[in-house]
């Protein structure tokens, strides 16, 4: 997605070989007119998929999957990270590992919101190791839900997640894959040419 490439090379700022920030625009601010184009782009990807459910994990992934079920006219699940309490039992669970933040997080969606009838699309902001995701994935598993693929704003081509999720068979639709921070410069996976 050139707008999304355009934007992370114009505000985005590299902090090191593994680490791009993009708060700016993603995951601190949010740019409504971005993220709505953002969502017109995975609805078209996964349009007639039969999608029923976004799932995702709060907080960055809520605004892209949000948009994303605004165009397919269906409700966004975000797994929570801190206990509430009003969501203290009945609930799917997974434990999450995050290396931005050097911690591991429980996980949980209230079984009243996903079911086994349910097609879902699982959705986040980054992709990196895939811990976010692979958790997301365990808890529609738990529900035996149907899951159609995994959007994800932008993957980090140069670490495993995206790999590790292809290599299990999982969709994985990407609107900027980045191969590359070295440098202190953004460079893309270009996309195959036909």
């Known amino acids: 997605m050139e707008l999304l490439k355009n934007k992370i090379i114009e505000e985005g700022r590299v902090l090191s070989d593994t680490v791009l920030k993009v708060d700016s625009f993603l995951n601190h601010q949010v740019d409504p007119k971005l993220m709505k184009q953002v969502g017109e782009e995975f609805a078209k990807k996964f349009r007639n998929t039969g999608i029923t459910k976004?799932?995702?994990i709060e907080s960055s992934g809520i605004a892209p999957a949000t948009m994303t079920g605004l165009e397919l006219?269906?409700?966004v699940i975000f797994a929570r990270k801190r206990k509430s309490l009003t969501l203290t039992d009945h609930l799917f669970t997974a434990e999450v590992y995050s290396y931005t933040k050097k911690t591991s997080n429980e996980i949980s969606v209230s079984k009243d919101f996903l079911h086994?009838?349910?097609?879902?699309?699982?959705?986040?902001?980054?992709l990196?190791?895939?811990?976010?995701?692979?958790?997301?994935?365990?808890?529609?598993?738990?529900?035996?839900a149907t899951v159609v693929g995994v959007g994800i704003v932008i993957e980090k081509g140069f670490q495993t997640g995206g790999k590790?999720?292809?290599d299990k068979g999982i969709r994985v639709e990407s609107l900027a894959i980045v191969e590359s921070l070295s440098d202190g410069t953004v460079r893309f996976k270009e996309e195959a040419r036909i």
């Open 73 to 75: 006219d269906v409700p």
């Open 54 to 56: 976004i799932l995702t």
């Open 116 to 126: 086994e009838d349910d097609i879902v699309l699982v959705m986040d902001d980054f």
């Open 128 to 144: 990196a190791n895939g811990q976010a995701a692979l958790g997301l994935l365990e808890i529609a598993k738990q529900a035996k």
């Open 164 to 166: 590790q999720l292809r």
